[in-house]
């Protein structure tokens, strides 16, 4: 019988590209999405077909322990949450709820339906903040500066409460930034991507952004994914840091997207300070090292590389 998975936040840009390789691996996949009148399967419409759709929603407990009886899956991965970090300081409470509480959840739903399945759970570089040591690893403090990386502090360490205390298959990956041609408009990397398509296509002249000293540590979705489904693959259950121990400035990420389009940045991006975080997070970059060693996994796309693509696929987007 084919192994079958469960992904919560499966329309979101992670959530797409697990379950792209779930099937190509040959799981079952399911999943959970909220009732909704205004649900989004854009990132999934080339293999809709293909995915069981369940409701449940990580508010509401008894709709995830319904979901993990009707599917009776082998692997859960949670994915979703209140993930936009700007918006964690409007929206505390229900960030708190879905990102932090709706972890504690999923683990309770799973530990009284089936406590041999195994859980991966989305943990974040935004826990490291105000960073301790450079680069982080999986020992480096946690010091997050916003709700949102509370928040997945808080859902880091209930995971590791549940596997010490109940001896459940869990374990968190710590992903840095991570993007694609899929990520949300919200986000600094698509913000900048589609900005410079549009300013191509004559639709706009100018790009406001905040901090461009900022400096991450940006990935390719498509390779953290796989990193994901590794964890659950070991004999037993550890946290990763998933990176690609590169850093870069949201300057160089204008830099390099705009060059893209055969434009210079310095003539079209605007400093806005609505636009800087209330405490800023200034420095992220991993150490992958653990996670070479013991997984096997290397990331495959360059920085330069992932912006370009994710310019050129907004440039053909506009032009359609």
């Not at 993990?68 to 859960?76: A, I």
Request: hydrophobic share 40%; with cysteine; glycine share 8%.
């Amino acid at each position: 019988m084919p192994k079958r998975a469960l992904i919560t936040g499966i329309t979101g840009q992670d959530g797409s590209y697990l379950a792209e390789l779930l099937l190509a691996e040959g799981y079952e996949v399911a999943g959970m999405v909220r009732r909704t009148s205004n649900l989004n399967f854009e990132r999934l419409e080339h293999i809709e077909d293909r995915i069981r759709f369940l409701p449940g929603d990580l508010l509401d407990e008894g709709s995830i322990v319904s979901a993990l009886k009707e599917w009776g899956p082998s692997e859960v991965y949670n994915l979703a949450a209140q993930s936009f970090v700007t918006t964690s300081w409007n929206q505390p409470m229900f960030t708190g709820e879905a990102t932090a509480l709706g972890v504690t959840r999923v683990l309770e739903a799973v530990r009284q339906v089936d406590p041999e399945i195994r859980f991966y759970q989305a943990s974040s570089s935004e826990m490291f903040g105000k960073v301790r040591e450079v680069p982080q690893t999986e020992l480096t403090p946690f010091y997050p500066r916003s709700p949102y990386g509370v928040a997945k502090v808080y859902g880091h360490w209930i995971t590791v409460n549940y596997r010490e205390s109940y001896d459940l298959y869990a374990c968190s990956g710590i992903l840095f930034n991570h993007e694609s041609p899929r990520r949300g408009l919200e986000f600094v990397t698509r913000k900048v991507t589609n900005g410079v398509a549009r300013i191509k296509a004559g639709l706009d002249r100018e790009l406001s952004l905040g901090n461009l000293e900022a400096k991450r540590d940006w990935g390719f979705a498509g390779d953290y994914v796989r990193a994901m489904w590794l964890m659950l693959q070991q004999d037993a259950p550890e946290d990763y840091v998933v990176s690609t121990g590169e850093t870069h400035s949201v300057q160089e990420l204008c830099e390099v997207a705009f060059g893209r389009a055969g434009l210079d940045w310095t003539d079209h991006v605007v400093v806005d300070e609505r636009f800087f975080r209330p405490a800023e997070v200034d420095l992220l970059v991993g150490s992958p090292e653990k996670a070479r060693l013991e997984l096997g996994w290397e990331p495959k796309v360059a920085f330069a590389d992932l912006v370009e693509m994710m310019v050129d696929a907004d440039i053909d987007r506009i032009n359609r």
